[in-house]
């Protein structure tokens, strides 16, 4: 079983509507959770970075940790043709260096 | 402004030779890492620095090796290439102590090995 967990889509969905992006964690010593987002050939590039439990939201972004249930999620309000990329959580442990570990990312369309 | 880029940016080889992928970074980060990109596993890492002459191995070490001669420079080698080895490669970035730790990536090497 993999430390973390994404499904992998794609997720078509219609412009405007509120796209919800999901990750569940096995290991509860992450304490630093973030999101990536990765355009068609391009490096992924940091979107939302939050610490343990809670709720941070960024203009249509918001990311929620639920720390008690491992699994954090991504939302996009009023999602965007511009939107469409693949979408990967990461996480970090406390005490853990500066590493990584990433989902497998999750591909998304935003259709006109 | 400050980047990190990665050279070549697509490479062909046959199945036995050398291959080293270039990464460079003008951020003046102490770590580094190398990440391999595969469809249904995501980015796994394969090497990372935390300083001039700091190494250390990720979870697909076997068959990479890397040597951090400067701040600026990681370089990937392929010892001996393998067409299991062929995938996206992503360098990445980032400066220990900000909090956030937020790694910034380049733009990928695309390796196919024949």
Redesign the interface.
């Known amino acids: 079983q993999k430390e973390v967990e994404q499904d992998p889509g794609p997720l078509s969905v219609p412009e405007g509507a509120i796209v919800s992006l999901n990750c569940t964690y096995s290991n509860s010593a992450f304490q630093y959770f973030m999101w990536y987002r990765q355009y068609s050939r391009k490096g992924p590039e940091l979107l939302m970075y939050t610490y343990s439990s809670g709720n941070k939201e960024d203009g249509r972004f918001t990311a929620q940790v639920d720390k008690s249930s491992k699994y954090i999620s991504l939302f996009i309000r009023d999602s965007q043709p511009s939107d469409s990329a693949t979408y990967l959580c990461a996480m970090k442990l406390t005490g853990g260096g500066n590493k990584l570990t990433f989902g497998t990312g999750t591909q998304l369309k935003v259709e006109l | 402004d400050a980047e990190i880029t990665q050279s070549p940016r697509h490479k062909i080889t046959e199945t036995g030779r050398q291959v080293t992928l270039a990464c460079h970074q003008t951020w003046n980060h102490n770590?580094m890492?190398w990440?391999r990109q595969d469809l249904?596993?995501?980015?796994?890492?394969i090497h990372?620095s935390?300083g001039v002459h700091d190494t250390n191995k990720?979870e697909v070490s076997d068959g990479y090796s890397v040597s951090r001669s400067n701040t600026e420079d990681l370089p990937l080698t392929l010892e001996s290439a393998a067409s299991s080895q062929t995938s996206v490669y992503?360098c990445?970035s980032?400066e220990?102590g900000q909090g956030?730790?937020?790694?910034y990536?380049?733009?990928?090497t695309r390796l196919t090995v024949l």
């Open positions: 770590n890492f990440y249904g596993h995501g980015l796994r890492l990372y935390y990720g992503f990445a980032s220990p956030r730790d937020t790694q990536f380049g733009p990928g």
